[in-house]
């Protein structure tokens, strides 16, 4: 048996550890199907480029990104929203993996969520530097779902904080595999990313991953 997959007790079952009421890390969760994942996260970038969007404040992100499912989350002059289209190509945004929709619920599941059904995933690209600003997942018009955060590649110290900007943010590593899942009473709180530090990944090469997945629910179209 791979050992490292598994916690200190050689457990089947991957680590949970718990960062809040309604949220932990799920260490190495995501290993067993990484090559699977890659495939897909591949697949969607070939078909959905990622890009470095622009706030409403006018600054361009440090993190480039794309997204799969019936919505995608977008920024620009205008503002933060879902759209079902993807602006940059004006078609709708490629339809979510199969391994994204399973893997999303299953680590849901674990923490506690039955019948996580996302229909977001939001795959953001971090190179050494890239850094997410402390924020809260708000978008949504289901904030009854959980948060579900995959970690693949280079490491990454991630921020998670309370329900309020100025409360002091735990601090925790992310490494290849960690899957984080927030909901309940924890579905609003803040989180963000630290710069990403040099390095080379075995699969990945000099590049963090994260695919968040998300029920944004229906969006009003005029
Ligand atoms: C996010 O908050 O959208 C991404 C968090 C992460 O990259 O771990
Ligand atoms: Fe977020």
């Known amino acids: 048996m791979t050992f490292d997959l598994f916690d200190a007790r050689g457990d089947a079952e991957p680590a949970a550890e ?24 591949r697949a969607v970038i070939a078909a959905a480029p990622l890009r470095h969007l622009i706030t ?27 759209d079902r289209v993807d602006p940059e190509r004006g078609a709708p945004w490629p339809a979510m993996p199969a391994s994204f929709t399973r893997l999303a619920a299953q680590a849901a599941s674990r923490a506690g969520f039955e019948g996580f059904v996302p229909d977001a995933c939001l795959i953001n690209r971090y190179e050494p530097g ?19 955060s995959v970690s693949l590649g280079l490491p990454a110290v991630f921020l998670f904080g309370g329900l309020n900007r100025a409360d002091k943010a735990m601090r925790t590593q992310l490494r290849h595999g960690d899957v984080v899942v927030w909901g309940g009473p924890s579905r609003l709180r803040f989180h963000g990313v630290l710069p990403l530090a040099e390095g080379e990944h075995a699969l990945l090469g000099k590049q963090r991953i994260n695919l968040t997945f998300r029920r944004a629910g229906l969006i009003h179209t005029p």
């Open 56 to 82: 409403p404040g006018g600054l361009r992100m440090s993190v480039a990104m794309t997204n799969c499912g019936a919505l995608g989350w977008v920024s620009d002059r205008r503002g933060y929203r879902y």
């Open 18 to 41: 718990p960062l809040a009421d309604g949220a932990m890390v799920l260490r190495g969760f995501a290993r067993p199907m990484q090559e699977e994942l890659l495939a897909d996260v």
């Open 130 to 148: 890239a850094k997410l600003s402390l924020h809260q997942d708000r978008d949504e018009h289901d904030h009854g779902a959980p948060i579900v």
